[in-house]
């Protein structure tokens, strides 16, 4: 099959033909989408997974960038640690982490996020056609107009539970992660993190993952 051709898949279209993505997930954004009862188990998600899932077949994946800061919560380290472990496991890379101001407000992580698209568009070492946003904050609109003038495919979804009138207005097709798309792309807990730890210590943590094609919740995990 020659030429361009719009096939529906839902309410997002898809250039017809292979092409190579580069996706960047603003961690922070993500967070407070599954940060809620019904979905915060199901958190433990192989991003990598995740980014191919959303662009359904049409692209590929090859570049998986995680932005985010330390968790102002010490108590939380060793968890927020363990998760980038599992996920630098599956190739995903993780962006020098931000940090919280005195109104523990995350700092630099979004600016990091932006210059990296900006970087990546424009520079002729980087091989990719699409770039897949994974978050709900208008302020990455910059990035994504100069991601377009360098002829970049632009995809956009929106973590759980949030949206953006001014991002839809620049890319219509944007979609919502679903419930759905969480179940679907928890890590399996058969595999290990980088540093050969086994995944199944997510339900320590009160994650979820598959063990033996089934998601199991860990202690205070929901179902819901």
């Given amino acids: 099959m020659t030429g361009r051709q719009l096939i529906p898949r839902g309410a997002v279209y898809w250039r017809c ?3 190579k993505a580069y996706a960047y997930v603003d961690g922070w954004n993500f967070y407070h989408g599954i940060n809620r009862p019904e979905l915060h188990a199901l958190g433990f998600v192989d991003l990598g997974r995740l980014c191919q899932h959303l662009l359904f077949n049409r692209s590929t994946v090859t570049r998986v960038y995680y932005f985010t800061a330390t968790d102002y919560h010490t108590q939380k380290l060793e968890r927020q640690r363990f998760w980038w472990d599992a996920l630098e496991s599956v190739g995903v ?4 982490p931000g940090f919280f101001g005195r109104e523990r407000k995350e700092k630099t992580t979004d600016v990091r996020l932006a210059l990296k698209i ?6 002729a070492a980087e091989d990719f056609d699409t770039v897949l946003l994974i978050s709900a904050d208008a302020d990455f609109i910059p990035a994504l107009e100069k991601a377009k003038r360098y002829h970049k495919e632009i995809r956009v979804a929106f973590p759980p539970g949030h949206n953006s009138e001014e991002l839809k207005q620049f890319h219509p097709f944007a979609q919502p992660i679903t419930k759905y798309d969480l179940e679907l792309c928890v890590f399996d807990g058969e595999g290990r993190t980088k540093k050969n730890v086994p995944l199944t210590k997510a339900l320590d943590y ?4 598959k063990v033996n ?7 205070g995990g929901s179902q819901t």
């Avoid at 900006?118 to 520079?123: G, L, P």
């Avoid at 009160?206 to 993952?209: I, K, M, P």
Wanted: proline share 0%; net charge negative.
């Fill in 118 to 123: 900006a970087e990546d568009v424009s520079s």
């Fill in 17 to 19: 033909g292979l092409s």
């Fill in 93 to 96: 890379r993780i962006a020098e």
């Fill in 206 to 209: 009160g994650w979820a993952c």
């Fill in 213 to 219: 094609g089934t998601i199991q919740y860990g202690r």
